[in-house]
C-alpha cells in the first residue's frame, strides 16, 4: 500500500482531502503558495476588523457533517441558520425584499405584483427538488471514461431532458411572471460565477438547496473557522503544513511522478501527488500539456472575475441584514456586458456582506465590518484597474444612497482586491475567481478529471475538477479523491 502523500495546496478540497487520509492511515504532508491556509476561503485581519475574504455562507451543511462523520469528529466549527437568507434591493424602488425560508412569508411580499406567485413558486421548487434528487448521482460519482460519465447520465429520469436546453433564467421564467421575482431567484446563478442567461436550467436544483432542502449558513466566528477547525484536527494527526512554497517545475519517471520542484528548487516527493492547484491551469502551465496550453485555457469559458472591498467603519448599520444585493434597473443588459464590457462599470451590481452583524466579535464595538462583492470582466477583457479606486468610490456611494446613511466619513479601514490580485494570490487564470464555468461542456465527464492522464500516482481536488465549485462541491470533490487514492494504493499493495 503507498503510504505517503504529498498534497500541494492548502485550500478546503486540499485540507479535507488530507485529514480523509489521514484518518485512514496516509502519512500526509500539505505545501502551500501562501503564508496561510483555505485559499479563496480565507481571512484578513486588519486594523482591528477582520474580514472572510472569499464565500461568505455556505449551502447543503449536511456535506460537512457526512465529511465530520467519515473523519470519525466532531464537526470542528458552528454554524447556524440564515432566515433571511439575503435581501435584495433595486435602485428604480425602495422596496427592500427579504428572501424568508418560510415560503408563504416570501410570497407575501410579491402578492401585489404576482398574486399567483406561491403556487408558481411551489411548482418551479417541486421541479427543482426533483432535478436534485435525480441528478445526485451525477454529482457524486467518479468517471473514467467518458462513456462512462454519458452512462451515468443515463440513470437520470428522462423528464428532465429539455431542462438541459434551457438556461437557467428560462426555466425560473416558466413557473414565475414577475419581472422581480424573475430577478431575485435567478440571482444563485451568479453564485457559479456565471449570469442566469448562459448557466444551464440543471442549476435550478440550487433553488431547492435554498429555500426547501436545507438552506443557507453562516460559521459561527465567520467562515475562516471552518479552515481553522480543520487545521486543528490535522495537528492531531501530525499532518505537517509547509508555507510559502510554490510549485514552478517536477520531475518524473516513466508514468511515476517523483517530485514537485519549489521556485527555490526544492524537491517534494511521495508515494501519492495530489494537486489543490487548478486542476486545468496546473496541468497547462506546470506540467505543460498541450491541451491545456494557454491558446486552450483562453479557448475556455471562465466564470467572472471578482473585486472585492473590506470595509472597516466606526458605526453600525441595524437595518443592514448580513447578506444584501443591489441590483439596478437593467438587470439583462448588466448581465450580457458584464463579462465582455469594462464600461459596465459605471453603474456595477454588488453583493454587501456585514459579517459583524451574527459575528460582532469581528469588529471593535461599535462597528462595523464589510464585505462587498462586485462581478466585474477578468483581465482578459479589463488588463489594466489603475481606475479601482474610482470604481470602489462609485460602489460606496450608491451603498450610502441606498441606505440612506453616508458611510464615507465612517472608513477607518480599506482593502480592495481587483481580478489580478485574485490572480497572483491564487494562481486564478485572468483573475477568475471561480475558475472553469458550469456550462454543460464543462461539467461532469467534461471537466478537468480528478486523476492525472499521464502520471498515474497524481490526483486532483476542488473547485477545478469535478464536481465543481462551492464549498459543499469541494467536500465531495475530497471524498471522490479520496476514494482514487484508496483504489490506486489497492493496486500498489
Given amino acids: 500500500m503507498a503510504k505517503s502523500v504529498l498534497i500541494a495546496g492548502a485550500g478546503l478540497g486540499g485540507l479535507a482531502t488530507a485529514l480523509r487520509l489521514a484518518k485512514k492511515g496516509y502519512n500526509v504532508e500539505i505545501i502551500e503558495k501562501n503564508s496561510m491556509s483555505g485559499g479563496r476561503l480565507g481571512q484578513l485581519e486588519k486594523d482591528g476588523f477582520t474580514f472572510d475574504t472569499g464565500p461568505s455562507f455556505f449551502s447543503m451543511s449536511y456535506e460537512f457533517t457526512d465529511f465530520a462523520k467519515d473523519c470519525n469528529i466532531n464537526l470542528p466549527f458552528q454554524y447556524y441558520q440564515l432566515d433571511p437568507l439575503y435581501s435584495v434591493n433595486f435602485s428604480r424602488s425602495p422596496k427592500t425584499y427579504h428572501l424568508y425560508n418560510e415560503i408563504r412569508r416570501l410570497a407575501d411580499q ?61 426555466q425560473v421564467s416558466r413557473y414565475v411572471k414577475s419581472n422581480d421575482a424573475r430577478e431575485i431567484l435567478s440571482l444563485v446563478a451568479f453564485f457559479l460565477g456565471k449570469t442566469p442567461f448562459d448557466t444551464p436550467a440543471v442549476y435550478t436544483l440550487l433553488s431547492y438547496t435554498e429555500f426547501m432542502h436545507d438552506g443557507y449558513y453562516n460559521v459561527t466566528g465567520g467562515m475562516y473557522r471552518i479552515v481553522e477547525g480543520i487545521v486543528d484536527e490535522l495537528k492531531k494527526e501530525n499532518v505537517r503544513i509547509i508555507y510559502n512554497t510554490e510549485i514552478t517545475d517536477y520531475i518524473s519517471e516513466g508514468r511515476t511522478l517523483k517530485f514537485l520542484v519549489d521556485r527555490n528548487y526544492k524537491k517534494w516527493g511521495a508515494d501519492i501527488i495530489i494537486i489543490n492547484a487548478d486542476a486545468a491551469v496546473f496541468r ?173 500516482n497524481v490526483f486532483y481536488t476542488g473547485a477545478s475538477t469535478i464536481p465543481g465549485t462551492g464549498l459543499p462541491m469541494v467536500i465531495i470533490s475530497s471524498k471522490l479523491t479520496t476514494e482514487r487514492v484508496e483504489e490506486y494504493s489497492a493496486k500498489k499493495s
Avoid at 410579491?110 to 398574486?115: D, G, I, K, S
Avoid at 432535478?131 to 448521482?137: A, G, Q, R
Avoid at 441606505?403 to 485572468?430: G, H, M
Fill in 110 to 170: 410579491f402578492r401585489e405584483e404576482e398574486p399567483a406567485f406561491e403556487a408558481g413558486f411551489r411548482r418551479y421548487l417541486e421541479k427543482s427538488r426533483r432535478l436534485y434528487h435525480d441528478t445526485n448521482v451525477v454529482i457524486k460519482s467518479n468517471y473514467d471514461s467518458m462513456f462512462q460519465y454519458l452512462l451515468t447520465l443515463m440513470k437520470v429520469n428522462p423528464v428532465h431532458l429539455p431542462v438541459i436546453f434551457r438556461s437557467f433564467w428560462q
Fill in 284 to 456: 497547462g502551465r506546470i506540467f505543460k500539456r498541450r491541451e491545456f496550453s494557454e491558446e486552450k485555457l483562453n479557448k475556455m469559458e471562465w466564470t467572472m472575475g471578482s473585486l472585492t472591498i473590506y470595509l472597516g467603519i466606526k458605526c453600525k448599520l441595524p437595518e443592514i441584514q448580513h447578506h444584501n444585493y443591489y441590483l439596478g434597473n437593467n438587470y439583462r443588459e448588466y448581465a450580457d456586458k458584464v463579462f465582455k464590457n469594462p464600461e459596465i462599470m459605471e453603474k456595477p451590481y454588488y453583493y454587501v456582506n456585514v459579517l459583524s452583524r451574527s459575528n460582532p466579535g469581528c469588529a471593535p464595538e461599535g462597528c462595523e465590518s464589510l464585505f462587498f462583492v462586485c462581478p466585474v470582466p477578468d483581465l482578459r477583457l479589463k488588463k489594466n484597474w489603475d481606475d479601482k479606486d474610482e470604481i470602489v468610490d462609485s460602489i460606496i456611494d450608491d451603498f450610502s444612497k441606498r441606505i440612506k446613511k453616508d458611510i464615507r466619513p465612517e472608513i477607518v479601514s480599506r482593502t480592495v482586491y481587483t481580478p489580478a490580485d485574485w490572480k497572483d494570490q491564487f494562481n486564478l487564470y485572468c483573475g477568475s475567481g471561480l475558475g472553469l464555468s458550469h456550462k454543460m461542456m464543462q461539467i461532469g465527464g467534461f471537466r478537468p478529471r480528478n486523476f492525472d492522464e499521464v502520471y498515474e
